[in-house]
T-cell receptor, first 115, second 111 residues
Framework: AQSVTQLDSQVPVFEEAPVELRCNYS??????LFWYVQYPNQGLQLLLK????STLVESINGFEAEFNKSQTSFHLRKPSVHISDTAEYFCAVSVYAGNNRKLIWGLGTSLAVNP | EPEVTQTPSHQVTQMGQEVILRCVPI?????FYWYRQILGQKVEFLVS????????KSEIFDDQFSVERPDGSNFTLKIRSTKLEDSAMYFCASREIYEQYFGPGTRLTVT
């Protein structure tokens, strides 16, 4: 069965420091990979995605993630975080489900950016 | 920019009561989903829906749950007889091709 592991449940970091949120997945077939962000008291927003092609994908707010097939990882990075990046970050993998697809989720990583 | 909407934002109900959670997916999307997130836990897949039928459902999605697309715009999740453990945030999502777009969620509190 497919699964997603986010190795860190909480990541505290100071403003302007770099951060890496780790994500590993298990799947025997090709997958689409996603990072979603959930700001306090809000819904889930797509941050970035890997479908195919370049293994490095970027978001508009400075985050990037690298798909590593040999290590089955899709870690999320940002070279310099802001207070406003404080949120819950979820890694998810899209897998086939009948004639449809579904998302399998990691447990989430709570990023707390401190001044 | 089109978005998925959900109503109500918060629903409080008594154990044993029926609730209907409503979602309006993005208009040109054909694939629909319900997920739930119990406080402090991971997001869990409940059900996927395509071409007016369920594509897949999880073990959580037992006989107490049902989904319906009653018209061309709404997508509903019904819980027939709510239990305390149904208290959670329920997210609706829709998909055109690859990524799923989520609504803001409905917080269901069962007392």
């Amino acid at each position: 069965a497919q699964s997603v592991t986010q190795l860190d449940s909480q990541v505290p970091v100071f403003e302007e420091a770099p951060v890496e949120l780790r994500c590993n997945y298990s799947s025997s077939v090709s997958v689409y990979l996603f990072w979603y962000v959930q700001y306090p008291n809000q819904g889930l927003q797509l941050l970035l995605k890997y479908l195919s092609g370049s293994t490095l994908v970027e978001s508009i707010n400075g985050f990037e993630a690298e798909f590593n097939k040999s290590q089955t990882s899709f870690h999320l990075r940002k070279p310099s975080v802001h207070i406003s990046d404080t949120a819950e970050y979820f890694c998810a993998v899209s897998v086939y489900a009948g004639n449809n697809r579904k998302l399998i989720w990691g447990l989430g990583t709570s990023l707390a950016v401190n001044p | 920019e089109p978005e998925v909407t959900q109503t109500p934002s918060h629903q409080v109900t008594q154990m044993g009561q029926e609730v209907i959670l409503r979602c309006v997916p993005i208009s040109n999307h054909l694939y629909f989903y319900w997920y739930r997130q119990i406080l402090g836990q991971k997001v869990e897949f409940l059900v996927s829906f395509y071409n007016n039928e369920i594509s897949e459902k999880s073990e959580i999605f037992d006989d107490q749950f049902s989904v319906e697309r009653p018209d061309g715009s709404n997508f509903t999740l019904k819980i027939r007889s709510t239990k305390l453990e149904d208290s959670a945030m329920y997210f609706c999502a829709s998909r055109e091709i690859y990524e799923q777009y989520f609504g803001p969620g409905t917080r269901l509190t069962v007392t």
